[in-house]
């Protein structure tokens, strides 16, 4: 089964220890193929780019500030999210 987890969550891997990683690598380890979106806020200052696990990709994909901001970019963080995740999904996944 093909699995796309999508989060707000800043993910690097799968082994970083918090409950999201720990479900997803459950699925690996049961076969699955498993791909995530995680953002890259802008004030990271990265571009956007895949990891690749054995069975499984995390798209680190760059936005907007969302989380801890003012609230106009906030907002229009918001709603370009949706756009630029699709995008991403289409070109790189």
């Known amino acids: 089964m093909n699995v796309l987890f999508l989060s707000l969550l800043s993910i690097n891997s799968l082994h970083d220890g918090n409950i999201y990683s720990d479900l997803l690598l459950e699925f690996t380890k049961a076969g699955h193929s498993v791909f995530v979106l995680s953002p890259i806020e802008r004030r ?21 500030n969302i989380q801890k901001t003012n609230l106009i970019e906030k907002g229009i963080s918001t709603l370009t999210i949706e756009g630029k995740s699709l995008r991403a999904i289409k070109k790189i996944l």
């Open 44 to 64: 990271e200052r990265k571009k956007t780019h895949l990891i690749q696990g054995e069975n499984y990709k995390i798209l680190r994909n760059k936005i907007l």
